[in-house]
């Protein structure tokens, strides 16, 4: 591999070549209403953006999109977004995960905790969602 854990550049003294460093990749679950916003205002940072609708398999198509955050709905239309979240975290304990959810509910806060997510109230906007993003 040509580039460090960080993600910062190597160039190679013995050849000509750079490898950059590998973009950001973050997951979108589901159809939320500021999603396609979302969407376009991360990959303007320069993040690569991965959006999946509900499946049955849906903890492995994340997985395999190896990414360094992921926003859930509390619930799929097949699963609860906290096992999700806990096969997710169990998988790659590194991944951040959003639970988003509508209104202040401190069991789900504390629940998101517990699987290694953070809860964010989707009435809150688009701005504490982004702030979650780039914590």
Partial sequence: MCATREGRKIESYT???VVEPQRQRLVIVGT???SEELAALCRQAGWEV???T???ELPCAI???RPQVV???LQTQDESGFLI???VKQARPRTRILLVGNGVDPSAARFARFVGATYVDSNLGLAALLREISR
Avoid: E, G, N
Wanted: net charge positive; glycine share 0%.
């Fill in 63 to 65: 997985l395999s999109r």
């Fill in 85 to 87: 979240a806990a096969k």
């Fill in 15 to 17: 050849t000509t070549w």
């Fill in 54 to 56: 509900s499946s049955s």
């Fill in 71 to 73: 926003i859930l709905p």
């Fill in 50 to 52: 991965f959006r999946l």
């Fill in 32 to 34: 939320l209403h500021w």
